[in-house]
């Protein structure tokens, strides 16, 4: 049975003041290094709204608050840190279960750094971090039971689990059901006319996007993840 999803792309815009002088004089390009950061920021806030955007106002719905993705509620009421890689491996399984294809994971950088530090049980060296170890990680490029891990300080550290307000989520899923909707491409834009009499010029960064999950039970959300 197919149905339809409704996307609709809401802006995302910054805008930066800049003098002439400083235009005209530095090297490198001032112009280029405000796009650049225009850029960034712009892509952070894209990585916001997808996980934890509230859907109200002018603001897509991220996978935090969206329904029909499975949530792993595996470490505890008030959640706990990470002492092994159970909780992925369970993910992974939820969403071959839900037909889907597991292809990414995408957690907080402390998060991961928690991760790096889980040992191998090992009689002759205690101390060897699982992540080198060769086994299920290449801590070196990231990856998690072969599949990619990304990393994004956009991810909340704040959230609420039981009597607990410092956990974060990991997200596992199937890459092809998440789907951002894009109006054009980010439009990065130099005016000087506006400030004229201030000699002054302006850059704009544009972003219309919004975020889709056709099939949300692909995605799992492991709640209750601390790191300390």
């Known amino acids: 049975t197919m149905a339809g999803i409704v996307a609709t792309p809401k802006k995302l815009a910054a805008l930066v003041k800049v003098y002439n002088e400083l235009i005209a004089d530095a090297n490198p390009s001032v112009i280029e ?69 597991p292809s990414a994971i995408a957690m907080h950088p402390d998060v991961w750094g928690v991760i ?35 990393l994004t300080s956009q991810l909340s550290r704040t959230e609420r689990r039981g009597n607990s307000t410092t956990c974060s989520s990991i997200y596992v899923f199937d890459a092809s059901q998440i789907v951002c909707v894009r109006a054009g491409q980010m439009r990065l834009e130099l005016d000087k006319s506006r400030l004229f009499h201030y000699d002054q010029s302006e850059i704009r960064g544009v972003l219309r996007a919004d975020w889709a999950f056709p099939n949300p039970s692909a995605i799992v959300r492991i709640v209750g993840v601390k790191t300390a």
Do not use: W, Y
């Open 33 to 101: 290094m405000i796009m650049a950061q225009l850029t960034r920021s712009l892509s952070l806030g894209l990585d916001l709204a997808a996980f934890e955007g509230t859907g109200t106002e002018n603001e897509p719905c991220g996978l935090s608050l969206t329904s029909g993705i499975t949530t792993n509620t595996s470490l505890g009421a008030d959640g706990s840190v990470i002492a092994n890689l159970d909780v992925i491996a369970e993910a992974i399984a939820s969403i071959e279960s839900a037909n889907g294809r």
């Open 116 to 150: 790096g530090k889980i040992k191998v049980s090992s009689a002759v060296n205690t101390n060897e971090p699982l992540l080198t170890a060769g086994t299920v990680a290449d801590a070196i490029q990231h990856r998690l039971f072969g599949l990619p891990v990304f």
